[in-house]
């Protein structure tokens, strides 16, 4: 039986509201019967994705998908040996799968330059960047640049990446920009304090807070490069995957995952709303969104709340101090 659409609207919202439900499998087992069609096969034929943190989790299930699709696929992690398992893992699963396994530390702005000056050089048309690699360190730790960890790799390290990566990526047609923030933001709306204290210095550090922080600034930064990249004709969003089962929740959360084990997705149904908005060509009737099971949704927990446009622009002045890079968004 198909529900009429106005029935559909308030039940999914429904279930983005009540967490577990929205968050968990429950939420793709449901909506799955009205949500859009999937990319047609071959959808991704002849076209580049760079897909940061792909050696395991997420970023592994993505990439296995865009594979399948046709993609080529630039595998980026930290360690060679961890890229060429998943590589392999990948080849196992999609026999005929274009995969590139590449070295890139996105924490680390020297690293993000070389990578990005080899790719300009071989890959002239790039059709996704996919920011995907994240962390959360049980303490204060400080990227190469001597940058508070989460920050260095879920905010300053990939809007450098970005903006170095642009010509690529304005070269290719319907191409796209996605982020892969977490519903953890919604527990840290953006704060005057944040405009000082970027760095985390200040207060006891607790990595899940550090975490929170950085998955709000994702959205926000999605939203800044939306308007920056909208005259290349490059579109931007940003997405939570729900709580889905990895390596990486597995070792930072130990306690939620041992709780939530019996309803968390599989990585690859975590990975959906990234693998749809990067082969569907409806990511690009729209940008600067944010996303979860295929559907854009509220940045905030309630839809009537506002952040304060200079505070905004305060923050996104800093990070873009800290990436090197100029501040005006377009
Ligand atoms: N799983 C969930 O339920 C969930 C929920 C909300 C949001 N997310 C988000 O989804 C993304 C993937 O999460 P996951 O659960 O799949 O995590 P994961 O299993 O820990 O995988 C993280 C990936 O990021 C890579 N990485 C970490 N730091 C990096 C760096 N500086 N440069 C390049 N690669 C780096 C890791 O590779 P190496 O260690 O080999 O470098 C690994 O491939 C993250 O952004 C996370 O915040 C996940």
Redesign the pocket.
């Known amino acids: 039986m198909s529900l009429p659409r106005p029935v559909t609207d308030v039940l999914d919202t429904a279930l983005d509201k009540v967490v577990p439900a929205g968050y968990s499998s429950i939420g793709p087992a449901l909506r799955r019967r009205w949500w859009p069609a999937d990319p047609p096969a071959g959808a991704l034929t002849g076209r580049h994705v760079v897909v940061?943190?792909?050696?395991?989790?997420?970023?592994?299930a993505a990439a296995t998908e865009l594979a399948r699709l046709g993609a080529t696929v630039h595998l980026?992690?930290?360690?060679q040996a961890?890229?060429d398992q998943a590589a392999a893992g990948i080849r196992v699963a999609v026999p005929n799968a274009d995969v590139l396994p590449e070295t890139?530390?996105?924490?680390?702005l020297d690293d993000v330059r070389a990578y990005a000056a080899r790719t300009v050089e071989s890959v002239p048309r790039l059709h996704a960047l996919v920011h995907?690699?994240?962390?959360m360190p049980p303490s204060r730790t400080e990227s190469a640049q001597g940058h508070e960890l989460t920050l260095a790799?879920?905010v300053v390290?990939p809007l450098l990446l970005t903006e170095l990566l642009r010509p690529a990526l304005a070269a290719a047609d319907d191409s796209r920009v996605l982020v892969?923030?977490?519903?953890?933001m919604y527990s840290a709306p953006l704060q005057a304090s944040w405009a000082h204290d970027l760095q985390y210095r200040e207060g006891t550090y607790r990595g899940i807070r550090a975490?929170a922080r950085t998955?709000r600034l994702q959205v926000l930064l999605a939203e800044q490069l939306a308007t920056r990249l909208a005259a290349d004709g490059v579109v931007v969003h940003s997405m939570?995957?729900?709580?889905?089962s990895?390596?990486?929740?597995a070792?930072s959360m130990p306690g939620f995952n041992r709780v939530v084990r019996p309803i968390l997705r599989d990585?690859r149904s975590?990975a959906d709303t990234l693998v749809w908005l990067t082969a569907s060509p409806e990511a690009t009737t729209s940008t600067g969104l944010f996303w979860a099971d295929r559907r854009p949704r509220s940045t905030t927990y309630l839809p009537w709340s506002t952040e304060d446009p200079q505070l905004r622009r305060q923050v996104w002045d800093a990070v873009a101090t800290m990436a090197g890079i100029e501040h005006a968004p377009a």
């Open positions: 940061t943190g792909a050696s395991r989790g997420l970023g592994l980026l992690g930290r360690d961890r890229l890139c530390d996105v924490s680390d995907n690699a994240g962390v790799t879920h390290g892969m923030s977490s519903g953890g975490y998955k939570h995957p729900g709580w889905a990895t390596e990486g929740i070792e990585a975590g």
